[in-house]
Nanobody
Framework: QVQLVESGGTLVQPGGSLRLSCVAS???????IGWFRQAPGKEREGVSC???????DYAEFVKGRFTVSKDNAKKTVYLEMNSLKPEDTGVYYC?????????????????WGQGTQVTVSA
């Protein structure tokens, strides 16, 4: 089972940009890698995912602002976040799924990273 490690979270001002990274312990070939986030006092929610042939999916609340990409050679998935808002604050997790198609459902993911904190505040 692949292991994942996130990085890149920090404090950023509203309107700013940030790039998160998710490094896998093995090949990304057979996995969909998803990004999830959990705000204080709220349930974890799906943000974006990328699968084979670079098929991507996004939650409505990040469409047009966030971009997911991957570098198979580096076994790394990125989440580029632009026009950040205070409501984007939370712990961001990456996770791996062997689902047959793109999914932002938490239950479809079998391996999770430890999370990285993103805080959007002036």
């Amino acid at each position: 089972q692949v292991q994942l490690v996130e990085s890149g979270g920090t404090l950023v001002q509203p309107g700013g940009s940030l790039r998160l990274s998710c490094v896998a312990s093995g090949s990304l070939t057979f996995y969909i890698i998803g990004w999830f986030r959990q705000a204080p006092g709220k349930e974890r929610e799906g943000v974006s995912c990328i699968g084979n042939e670079d098929a991507t999916d996004y939650a409505e609340f990040v469409k047009g602002r966030f971009t997911v990409s991957k570098d198979n050679a580096k076994k790394t998935v990125y989440l580029e976040m632009n026009s950040l808002k205070p409501e984007d604050t939370g712990v961001y997790y990456c996770a791996a799924s062997i689902h047959s198609s793109s999914t932002l459902l938490e239950g479809d993911y079998i391996s999770w990273g430890q999370g990285t904190q993103v805080t959007v505040s002036a």
